[in-house]
């Protein structure tokens, strides 16, 4: 059995920025298998599922059957992706997985937090990541990087609301780290990408060293 390893954090924390330069370091040194994914992961079920979800049509998609459709498109990757790389050895990097659920739908639209967890168990059916990278920003500056490299101005005001959406976000996923501190390593990410990254191999090194050669 592999090892099941999700990245975790706010929009703008710079986990895609990370991945990028670090990836080239992970598959030189990492003798295992290394699957990169994140959801719905090129599966066409969850593809569709994701589909359903993001349809602009959908607008009056309840909050709840929003919840349950992440939740079955997150099952359908899992099963079709994550599980059998993690069977065949490999270690598995997803971005994002059940912790984005409980801060976003969970404390972000309010539906709560246990609920969300709930039926996530239901989904994953006991599957937890071995280990989380959770890359902490505050709301501001995660939001202030995305607003930096969009160009259409337009959009660059955020409303009040978006604000405090994006707050009780993080102030959820401060709980989750705290509750789940075998889980869940936080690198900070508000320092230089250079050094967020330099944090965060210095976490896969430590947490996969079985795994890692020098060469
Ligand atoms: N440490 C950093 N310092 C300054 N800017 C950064 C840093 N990390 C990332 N950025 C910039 O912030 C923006 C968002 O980064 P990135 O897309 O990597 O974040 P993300 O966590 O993957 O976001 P999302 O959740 O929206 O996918 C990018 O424009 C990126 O260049
Ligand atoms: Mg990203």
Not at 112 to 129: H, K, L, Y
Not at 166 to 175: M, N, S, T
Request: a negative charge; hydrophobic letters at 45%.
């Amino acid at each position: 059995m592999g090892r099941f390893i999700t990245i975790e954090g706010p929009d703008g924390a710079g986990k895609d920025s990370v991945l990028e330069r670090i990836l080239p370091e992970l598959r030189k040194h990492l003798s295992a298998e290394l699957v990169v994914t994140r959801e719905p992961g090129g599966d066409p079920i969850a593809e569709q599922i994701r589909h359903l979800i993001l349809d602009p049509a959908n607008t009056a998609m309840d909050e709840r059957t929003e919840a349950l459709l992440y939740a079955a498109s997150r099952r359908q990757h899992l099963q079709a992706v994550i599980e059998p790389a993690l069977k065949r050895g490999a270690i598995v990097l997803c971005d994002r997985f059940v912790d984005s659920s409980i801060v976003y739908q969970g404390a972000g639209r309010g539906i709560g937090e246990q609920a969300v967890a709930d039926i996530n168990a239901f989904a994953t059916a006991g599957r937890v990541p071995d280990l989380t990278v959770y890359f902490d920003v505050p709301a501001a500056v995660g939001l202030a990087r995305i607003q930096a490299h969009r160009k259409n101005q337009q959009f660059d005001r955020l409303d009040q609301e978006a604000d405090a959406f994006h707050e009780r976000v993080h102030a959820a996923y401060i709980r989750l780290a705290q509750a789940n501190p075998q889980r869940i390593v936080t690198v900070d990410a508000t320092p230089a990408l250079a050094d967020v990254s330099a944090a965060a191999l210095a976490v896969f090194k430590d947490r996969l060293s079985e795994y890692w050669t020098e060469d």
